[in-house]
């Protein structure tokens, strides 16, 4: 069979290993997802046994779009990455550290937020308005003392679930790349890098991980710290669009008091 190839080169010594973990999640998640995933077809490495590329058949379509979609995204899409969704939640867990799969265990997962608050506090706030602060600070306080969501079993996480990583054609989804940053990680972690179009993300919480107004609670949290990355990005790189961008979403993320 004819293919057109995707290569990809480790860019250090991390890269590797990032990249061979991935080879070996992949090898064992594939049968169990509806769409396809890189397949490692060629993995070569020098005799230090350092790997210096891996190759996969192309996957053939595009991103997936997040504008111009009608209002709607296509349902063979949005079917194919709710069965996905539900096919992660179901990856067995003992065979993903049996994999070596990162696991983010419950005070893991508050100590990273609470140690991304000060961050907030220091460079972002003096760009806030007062109001705007204070509304913050309040949500902040609350979200650091909800240790009831933390009880959140966690499932595989793609670890990147974004729309340039979900390639999609006619047929449905082609593929999903990238799942070197994989990890066992809150439920609504596959969920937060999709803000897709007409309510794509509630129907993704109710078919794929039910009902609950936990995993909404983390769900608009994830939401909302997404854009503070960006903007602490932004300060540190000197972007000004990217802080301007940044400053305008995590204003528009913060739930009303």
Request: aromatic share 8%; with cysteine.
């Given at each position: 069979?004819?293919?057109?190839?995707?290569?990809?080169?480790?860019?250090?010594?991390?890269?590797?290993?990032?990249?061979?973990?991935?080879?070996?999640?992949?090898?064992?998640?594939?049968?169990?997802?509806?769409?396809?995933?890189?397949?490692?077809?060629?993995?070569?490495?020098?005799?230090?046994?350092?790997?210096?590329l891996?190759?996969?058949?192309?996957?053939?379509?595009?991103?997936?779009?997040?504008r111009?979609l009608?209002?709607?995204?296509?349902?063979?899409?949005?079917?194919?990455?709710?069965?996905?969704?539900?096919?992660?939640?179901?990856?067995?867990?003992?065979?993903g550290?049996?994999?070596?799969?990162?696991?983010?265990?419950?005070?893991?997962?508050?100590?990273?937020?609470?140690?991304?608050?000060?961050?907030?506090?220091?460079?972002?706030?003096?760009l806030?308005?007062?109001?705007?602060?204070?509304?913050?600070?309040?949500?902040?306080?609350?979200?650091?003392?909800?240790?009831?969501?933390?009880?959140?079993?966690?499932?595989?996480?793609?670890?990147d679930?974004?729309?340039?990583?979900?390639?999609?054609?006619d047929?449905?989804?082609?593929?999903?790349l990238?799942?070197?940053?994989?990890?066992?990680?809150?439920?609504?972690?596959?969920?937060?890098g999709?803000?897709?179009?007409?309510?794509?993300?509630?129907?993704?919480?109710?078919?794929?991980?039910?009902?609950?107004?936990?995993?909404?609670?983390?769900?608009?949290f994830?939401?909302?710290?997404?854009?503070?990355?960006?903007?602490?990005?932004?300060?540190?790189?000197k972007?000004?669009?990217?802080?301007?961008?940044?400053?305008?979403?995590?204003?528009?993320?913060?739930?009303?008091?």
């Amino acid at each position: 069979m004819n293919h057109e190839w995707t290569v990809r080169f480790p860019r250090s010594l991390e890269d590797s290993s990032r990249v061979e973990a991935e080879a070996r999640l992949l090898d064992r998640l594939s049968p169990r997802l509806p769409v396809p995933v890189p397949q490692y077809e060629h993995i070569c490495k020098d005799v230090d046994g350092r790997l210096r590329l891996v190759i996969y058949p192309k996957m053939v379509g595009r991103p997936l779009p997040t504008r111009n979609l009608s209002g709607a995204i296509p349902r063979k899409w949005e079917a194919d990455i709710l069965r996905t969704l539900q096919a992660l939640e179901r990856f067995p867990r003992r065979l993903g550290r049996w994999l070596g799969v990162e696991w983010s265990a419950e005070r893991g997962r508050m100590a990273r937020w609470r140690a991304l608050y000060p961050k907030v506090r220091r460079r972002i706030y003096p760009l806030l308005s007062p109001a705007v602060r204070a509304r913050d600070h309040a949500y902040w306080e609350s979200f650091l003392r909800d240790e009831e969501s933390l009880k959140l079993p966690p499932i595989l996480n793609h670890g990147d679930l974004f729309p340039y990583h979900i390639i999609v054609n006619d047929r449905g989804v082609a593929g999903i790349l990238d799942w070197e940053s994989a990890r066992y990680e809150d439920p609504v972690g596959n969920l937060t890098g999709l803000p897709l179009a007409d309510g794509f993300a509630a129907r993704s919480i109710d078919r794929a991980l039910g009902d609950s107004a936990s995993v909404r609670r983390r769900l608009t949290f994830h939401r909302h710290a997404m854009p503070a990355h960006s903007v602490l990005y932004g300060l540190q790189t000197k972007n000004r669009e990217r802080i301007r961008l940044g400053l305008r979403s995590y204003s528009r993320t913060i739930p009303p008091g």
